[in-house]
C-alpha cells in the first residue's frame, strides 16, 4: 500500500490512477472534480501526480501548497503516524475527522 504523509491510499487516487495509465480522460474527469471541490480552476495537465513520498511528478498541491506534507519532511517523517503531536494536529484534524481509513493508515 502506498500511504501518503497524511494517511490517504495514494494506490487509490485518482490523479495517481490517470498518471500511471496516462488516461487523459480520467484526469479531465479529476481536474473538473477537483476544480469544483476547491473552488478554483484546475486544468487536466495538473493532473500528474506519482505519490507524495516518493521521486516523482506530484500534483501543484502535494508538491508546494500540502501544509501536512511540507511539515512531515520537515520533521524527518515518513507519515504523520509518527509524529507524537498527531492526535492534537490541527493541520491533519480536518482530514481525519472525514476519513477513517487515513487514521488507521497512520496508525499502523
Do not use: F
Amino acid at each position: 500500500m502506498n500511504i501518503a504523509y497524511c494517511g490517504l491510499d495514494c494506490d487509490a487516487c485518482e490523479a495517481r490512477l490517470a498518471t500511471i495509465r496516462n488516461d487523459d480522460e480520467l484526469r479531465r474527469k479529476v481536474a473538473e472534480k477537483w476544480s469544483a471541490l476547491n473552488g478554483v480552476p484546475i486544468t487536466p495537465e495538473q493532473i500528474n501526480c506519482t505519490g507524495c513520498r516518493g521521486e516523482g511528478v506530484k500534483t501543484v498541491y502535494c508538491e508546494r501548497l500540502c501544509h501536512i506534507r511540507q511539515c512531515a519532511m520537515q520533521k524527518g517523517n515518513e507519515t504523520c503516524g509518527q509524529c507524537p503531536a498527531l492526535d492534537a494536529c490541527e493541520k491533519i484534524a480536518p482530514l481525519l475527522q472525514n476519513n477513517e481509513e487515513a487514521r488507521r493508515n497512520l496508525k499502523r
